[in-house]
C-alpha cells in the first residue's frame, strides 16, 4: 500500500491516512458562531470521503476575536452542543477531526462584533494589546481548547499563520512592541508559546495539540523562513504534537495563502516545499503540508521523501470532498479544482462556501443545486 494511505498515529489519535482537510472558513455557521446543520453536512461529506483528519474552519475563542460572518465559534459554553453534533457526526462515519483555535487580533470584524480589535500594535482601528489583553487570551484559547475536548472533538489546532493575531505577533511587519513581545524572534513567539502552555494545561499531556504556522510572510519585513525555523523548535521544546505549515497573508499578493491559478513554469506544485525541506532537516515533529497539492503523484513523492508526513488539502476538498476516496479506489486523475477562489464568493455573501464550477456544471447538467 502507498505510504500516503498507510494508517499512522499522532499521540493518542490514529489516522487512516496521510490526508488532512486543512481548516477551510465554510461560512455556514450561525450568527453566533453556533455549528449549523449545514455546517454539520460538510463535516459528513469531508468524512465519507475519506480525509484522514478534518480540521475546523477557523473558530474563534472570544467575541472580539471573530474574522468574519458566519464564522465558527467556541467562545462559549453555548456552543459545545452543536460542537458535539458536529464530531459525533464524524465519528459516526468513522472520521477524525481536530478544531482549530483562532483570534483574528487587528483584523477583527469589529462591524460585526461591536467590540474594539486589538494586535501587537495599535494599527487602523486596533488597539496595542496590554498585558492583562495576553493574559485574557491565553485563558480563552485554554477555555477554547476544553471546550472542544468536552465536544468530542480528537485534537486542537492553534491558528498562528496567515496574519492573524499569533501570526500578527511572530512577524516584525505587524508586530513593533518593543517590550518582551517584540524585538528578537525569540520574544515574539512569547505569545505563541504561553498559549501553548495555557491549552496544554487545560486538555491534558495526552490530548493532541497542533499549530499552524507559516512558511514565511511574503512581506517587507515580515516573517522569515529562518524566524520560522526556530519558532518550530521552540514549539517542539514546548512539547507541540504536529506542525502545519502554510504561508502568506492577506497583505501578500500572489503569494497569498489562496493562490489564484497554477504554478509558473519552474514553481513546484507544492507552494513551500523548500521550507518544508529546511525545516524537516531541524525539527522532528510531524509535519502537514499544505499548499498547491493537487496530485497523487506528488502528494506519494513528498511523503516517501521525507519532505512531508501529512498532506493537508483545502480548496481540493470543496470542488472534491470524496478526492482522497477517489484517490484510494485507483482513480489518480488530478484534483478537478481549478484555484480560482470564485468559491469563497458564496461565502462572503452568506450563502456558505462551495465550488462554483462544479455548481455551474450540475446545472448544466440539469441537475438539483444543492443546498449550500
Known sequence: MSLIFESTSIKNMTLANRFVRSATWEGLAAEDGAATPELIEVQRQLARGGVGLIISGHAYVSREGQAGNRQLGVWSDALIPGLAAMADAIH???????????????????????????????????????????????EAF?????????????????????????????SPSFNRRTD?????????????????????????????????????DYLPDGLTMADMIRVAALLEEAGIDAIEMSGGTFLS???????????????????????????????????????GIRTIENAERLVSSGIADYLALSRPLIREPDLVARWRSGDRKSARCVSDNGCFAPGFAGKGVYCVVAERERQGAGEDQPQS
Open 253 to 291: 499578493g500572489k503569494n497569498m495563502p489562496s493562490r489564484v491559478g497554477k504554478p509558473g513554469p519552474g514553481e513546484p506544485e507544492a507552494y513551500y516545499e523548500a521550507q518544508a525541506r529546511a525545516l524537516k532537516s531541524k525539527v522532528s515533529t510531524p509535519l502537514m503540508l499544505v499548499g
Open 92 to 138: 459516526a462515519l468513522g472520521g477524525k477531526t481536530a478544531l482549530q483555535l483562532a483570534h483574528a487580533g487587528s483584523r477583527a470584524a469589529h462591524k460585526l462584533t461591536g467590540l474594539e480589535p486589538m494586535g501587537p500594535t495599535a494599527e487602523g482601528a486596533a488597539r496595542e494589546m496590554t498585558g492583562a489583553d495576553m493574559k485574557d487570551l491565553t
Open 142 to 170: 485554554a477555555g477554547a481548547a476544553l471546550r472542544a475536548r468536552t465536544a468530542g472533538f480528537d485534537a486542537v489546532q492553534i491558528h498562528a499563520a496567515h496574519g492573524y493575531l499569533l501570526s500578527q505577533f511572530l
Open 180 to 216: 518582551g513581545y517584540g524585538g528578537s524572534i525569540g520574544n515574539r513567539a512569547r505569545l505563541l508559546l504561553e498559549v501553548l502552555e495555557s491549552v496544554r494545561q487545560a486538555v491534558g499531556p495526552g490530548f493532541p495539540v497542533l499549530v499552524k504556522v507559516n512558511s514565511e
